[in-house]
């Protein structure tokens, strides 16, 4: 089992789904960049679908939000569940998401279980 844990992120590789929990209290750009990167280097190059539990991130900054739905925050994803506090934080999420370039199927929850169940059907 692959794992990464820092002040900013934890992420387990867990029956085919790459489960990354976001612990910084306000997501920047470096942060953003960090977590990118220990993602990559944990996958080795292997694409899984992606579980984001950002329930504890109260604030994700606009440059870090532009980076972790980049061309390369992407390589190895082949579907991306995030999980949310609150109705409105996924109608809002749902939104942003509308207006991005993103052409991996993404979908937001209110419970880790949800997201996992939908994203078994993305494993490789």
């Known amino acids: 089992m692959n794992t990464y ?6 992420m ?17 750009l470096e942060i953003a960049n960090i977590l ?11 694409a899984y679908p992606l579980l ?5 991130t109260k604030k994700i900054t606009r440059e870090a939000r532009e980076r972790l739905a980049d061309k390369e925050a992407e390589i190895g994803v082949s579907a991306c569940a995030i999980i949310l506090n ?12 509308s207006i991005s370039q993103s052409k ?5 929850f209110n419970n880790i279980e949800d997201g996992a169940k939908w ?3 993305f494993k490789l």
């Open 86 to 97: 609150s109705k409105f934080q996924i109608i809002i999420s749902q939104f942003f998401l």
């Open 36 to 46: 990118v990167k220990e993602r990559l280097l944990l996958t080795q190059n292997i």
């Open 119 to 121: 994203l078994q059907k």
């Open 5 to 10: 844990k820092s002040d900013f992120g934890k």
């Open 104 to 108: 991996i199927p993404t979908k937001f």
């Open 52 to 56: 984001s539990d950002i329930r504890l």
């Open 12 to 28: 387990i590789i867990e029956d085919g789904i790459c489960f990354v929990t976001f612990l910084a209290e306000t997501t920047t």
